[in-house]
């Protein structure tokens, strides 16, 4: 759940250009180029995008907009104030959570893992690598989604946190720990039983009683077996093996737990990560130590690097926070200013379309409209990148021309290659259904 490789390419300098979406404004929304951002949401869906909503805030003022198609089948429209599964996007809330026991002396950073899961601790494993993912314990994700019926099958099936750790530990390590930043959503959901285990309460309740609840983020919530989303929402795409796109938005996510099964809006994610920069929900030491980060590609050691749940990223604008998160049929990305001022959140609802090697004109217009978004000037943007060529990780001078691709629905990306592949094989380049 999260997409490490979309947000490497975005850092690396994927798409800058810039090209009726619903949109709402208020609170001085002159500050904000809404037109532009109209422009940028439709944009995405003449890419290829069934639906894509967002919101972007400077300061006081706030822009909402929403394009494209919520239901392929009735034609609905997406709108700006849905709930959609953000994936990743709960590790950050599960890392404020442990910070504030770091915050409160009940937690160690640099302690073992075995102090205080000893039954599910490799030895030199430390808090603070499963946090930043380097501490070499495999993903469960490639196990139970390595099968197109594995994906079918988890779609109706409940699974214990305890059995997709056993998952994971089951695999040989990626790397010794502290080693490397190898992303594994095992890591996360140990995170969640290392919660439970020193306050007492699920983890649940506990990111309520600490987050939730004082935030008044009254959308966001943890889904447990019900496999519907509570309120409006758009249906979730992938394109299957017969090339019709699937609808994946009724989904038991008790496999995702405190690693990506979070509901949220654009709107509850922007308060959530303005209050975290803004110091309402950490010190400024732990703060200090979620913003201390390791490199996340190494082919772009500068662009990119992963702290406690937290990404940063380098832009044209400047530095930027936040965190991604991919499921099956649902992606978001929610980026921030150092400061939380400069706010964008973006849901869409298809996954799984991008087939490597080739040209992604999705990714590439929502690059384009995050870098508007989050502040990047439209005539400081210069010429386009490929980012399936960023993805892959090849340096050579990028073609223009790659991008020529003709705009369609999503029916027409050829999806098949990547969903014949274990879809959660990071190493591939294919969108992981529980993130990169």
């Known amino acids: 759940m999260g997409s490490t490789v979309a947000l ?18 208020r609170g001085g929304s002159r500050a904000l180029p809404r037109d532009a951002l109209e422009a940028g949401l439709r944009a995405i869906t003449d890419a290829g995008m069934p639906g894509v909503f967002a919101e972007v805030r400077d300061g006081g003022a706030t822009w909402r907009g929403a394009s494209g198609v919520a239901d392929l089948t009735t034609g609905r429209p997406m709108l700006p104030h849905f709930q959609h599964r953000v994936g ?10 442990l910070l504030q026991l770091v915050g409160e002396r009940r937690l ?16 030199g494993v430390t808090v603070r690598m499963l946090l930043n993912h380097t501490s070499g314990i495999n993903d469960y994700d490639h196990v139970i989604f390595g099968t197109v019926e594995g994906i079918e099958r988890y779609q109706h099936t409940t699974v214990t946190p305890v059995e997709l750790v056993r998952i994971g530990l089951s695999q040989p390590p990626t790397n010794a720990p502290g080693e490397r930043h190898v992303y594994s959503n095992t ?7 290392l919660l439970e285990r020193i306050t007492g309460r699920s983890a649940e309740r506990e990111i309520d009683r600490r987050i939730l609840r004082p935030l008044r983020l009254r959308q966001t919530y943890f ?35 405190t690693a990506g099964a979070l509901v949220s809006t654009t709107s509850d994610l922007n308060r959530f990560f303005r209050a975290l920069h803004g110091g309402g929900l950490l010190r400024p030491a732990e703060l200090a130590e ?35 998160g991919v499921v099956l049929g649902h992606q978001a990305i929610s980026l921030h200013s150092p400061d939380g001022r400069r706010q964008a959140t973006v849901a869409m609802n298809a996954t799984h379309y991008w087939v490597p090697g080739q040209p992604d004109p999705i990714g590439a217009a929502l690059n384009s409209f995050l870098l508007l978004a989050l502040g990047t000037p439209t ?37 098949q290659p990547a969903l014949a592949a274990a879809l959660s094989d990071g190493t591939t380049g294919t969108w992981p259904v529980a993130g990169g």
């Open 379 to 415: 005539d400081a943007l210069g010429a386009p990148a490929d980012p399936a060529r960023r993805r892959a990780g090849d340096a050579r001078p990028v073609d223009d021309n790659a991008l020529s691709v003709r705009p369609g629905p999503l029916s027409v990306v050829p999806g």
């Open 108 to 123: 160690a950073l640099d302690a073992p893992l075995g102090r205080y899961l000893p039954e599910f601790a490799p030895a």
């Open 187 to 193: 890591n996360y959901v140990l995170a969640g039983l």
């Open 88 to 97: 990743s996007i709960t590790k950050t809330f599960v890392a404020t959570a």
């Open 223 to 257: 889904p447990g077996t019900d496999r519907r989303i509570d309120g409006p929402h758009a249906r979730g795409y992938v394109p299957w093996l017969d090339g019709v796109p699937r609808d994946f938005s009724v989904y038991n996510m008790s496999w995702a737990w």
């Open 290 to 324: 979620m913003r201390r980060t390791v490199v996340l590609d190494p082919a772009y050691p500068d662009a990119a690097g992963y702290g406690l749940g937290l990404m940063g990223l380098a832009l044209p604008a400047g530095r930027v926070w936040g965190h991604d």
């Open 8 to 25: 490497t390419a975005l850092a690396a300098g994927a798409t800058p250009a810039v090209a009726a979406p619903t949109t709402t404004a």
